[in-house]
């Protein structure tokens, strides 16, 4: 699929409301469900990082509908682990965007002490975020492979907000494309991880 073609699938696939789901439905519909969801995640926070970057007028509308990601997230835990936990978990991503938030716009306005302290905020709760998934299903979800994902979703978001702040473009595109796919790979490792705990809340295929 060219770039032409895959942006215009991202724009279809942000049109769409969140998915449905739900115990009961095939794995295959709850791995697809959980990677748009995901997915959802980086492409809302890439929109929101263009728009902060240029002051463009819609960064409070992008910031409204990237924290409603993490709501939508949150709910998807809900029917395997229980409302408190998928509240817990939109209460940690929600955390994770608005400390993201800040740490543009310490980048931006080139205050290097916010920066880092902002970034290690940010580090902590990843590792929070990490800690929680890990406690929710540690047979499945090993607390050092959570973490290094984490980590490694940071380290690309802020090369991302980096180089769009620089003006650098093309490396701001590459950018994505790698935060895209470790985003999907992300997906699969927390639906994978439900689907071999709670086996019996799944229809095949």
Known sequence: MNKL???AA???MLAVAAPSIAAGQSRGAFHDAMRKLWSEHVA???LYIV???AGLPDKDATTQRLLQNQTDIGDAIAPYYGQAA???LTSLLRSHILIAAGLVGAAKAGNTTAVDSINRQWRANANDIATFLHNANPGQ???ATLRSAMYTHLDQTLSEATHRLHGDYA???KDYDA???HILAMADILSNGIVAQFPGKFTAP
């Open 10 to 12: 991202t724009l279809m």
């Open 5 to 7: 073609s895959r942006c």
């Open 86 to 88: 998928g509240a817990k």
């Open 179 to 181: 935060i895209e796919q």
């Open 141 to 143: 979800w090993p607390l």
């Open 44 to 46: 809302w926070t890439r």
């Open 51 to 53: 728009s902060a970057a």
């Open 171 to 173: 490396a701001d595109v």
